[in-house]
């Protein structure tokens, strides 16, 4: 169990100094510069979704997101 939570713990924390960061009291995930990637709920939704394939990296996965937002 120790081991499920430190590994939900490292897929949704940013590596120091990334190109995105949780804001509003992890709420919103943003890029450094303060604009919406995604938010957590809608985060959650889509990976409920991918799911059933296992979980894609968390980096490419805002990539994607902000590259459909366009």
Known sequence: MIKAVINIKN???APRDYFWRWSENME??????GNTICYRDDLISLLRELSLEGFPPLAPLLM???ACQR
């Open 11 to 13: 897929y949704f924390q």
């Open 28 to 33: 919103v995930l943003e890029w450094n510069n």
């Open 64 to 66: 994607i997101l902000t």
